[in-house]
């Protein structure tokens, strides 16, 4: 069945129109009136809707009944990375949207190949959240991930919140953060993740192609960031999160 995302508020019995994105996607399809389609707007679960009409600009559905599923990993995930150049930073929000990552904070460093601000910065938010609501119509997910306005590495780091949701004294809901290193000689994730098993929710950081500086590099580990490798293999910067995030995603 078709999965739609709807910015709209949704309830079970309402006839609605539906936004002029959703319904070019509906007409694409070339569904026609009494066909069934799925709609979510993030606020959890999603809804059964039957289209009721089909114009040639407006598509008008009757909301049926919601259904409370949600598809979410088992750990939550916060990813801060230090954007890759070129495309890969839409397939990184793709795919760590589809292996459920909760959080996206896009970062620059001293060692970033792309650098945005202002209004350039704006837009390509824009389109990173419309890549990871197209990611959760594909991939069955309810729950959009929140990315974050673009930050200095530095900046972000040095931002209280970091220390406050670090150095939490409740075990219960500790947050665990580690910065995924190209250094074998460091811990691998797996046995962090075994010693720090109350941990339920993970900060990950991720550095550019380049890697973190060592200044950058003793700034996070200060901060209380454990330094992981993902085995004795250099991955590429992309690849590495995603990784990390597959581990996350199918662990219990």
């Known amino acids: 069945m078709p999965r739609f995302y709807c910015a709209q508020a949704l309830q079970t019995g309402a006839s609605m129109e539906l936004s002029a994105t959703t319904a070019r996607h509906v007409q694409v399809l070339r569904m026609q009136p009494g066909q069934t389609i799925t709609l979510f707007n993030g606020a959890g679960g999603e809804f059964e809707a039957v289209i009721e009409h089909m114009g040639r600009q407006d598509v008008r559905v009757l909301v049926g009944a919601h259904q409370a599923i949600e598809r979410e990993a088992p750990h939550q995930v916060h990813l801060a990375v230090v954007m890759p150049a070129n495309d890969r930073m839409d397939w990184l929000v793709e795919k760590a ?8 904070t896009p970062l620059m460093s001293q060692h970033s190949v792309l ?3 202002g209004e350039r910065a ?11 609501i197209s990611a959760c119509e594909q991939c069955g997910r309810n ?3 929140h990315i974050e306005p673009l930050q200095n590495l530095s900046t972000w780091l040095q931002g209280d919140w970091v220390a406050n949701l670090i150095n939490t004294k409740d075990a219960r809901s500790a947050t ?3 910065v995924l290193s190209l250094h ?11 010693t720090k098993h109350q941990s339920t929710y993970w900060l990950l950081l991720n550095g550019p192609e380049g890697g973190l500086t060592d200044e950058e590099d003793t700034l996070a580990r200060v901060k209380g960031f454990a330094a992981v490798n993902l085995g004795a293999r250099v991955l590429r910067a992309e690849t590495a999160a995603l990784a990390a995030l597959a ?5 219990g």
């Open 97 to 104: 949207t589809e292996l459920g990552v909760q959080r996206i």
């Open 115 to 117: 650098r945005l601000q």
């Open 122 to 132: 704006d837009k390509k938010l824009a389109h990173w959240l419309a890549v990871a």
């Open 143 to 145: 729950t959009l991930p």
């Open 176 to 178: 665990q953060a580690a």
């Open 184 to 194: 074998p000689s460091t811990q691998d994730l797996s046995e962090l993740a075994t």
């Open 247 to 251: 581990y996350f995603n199918l662990r």
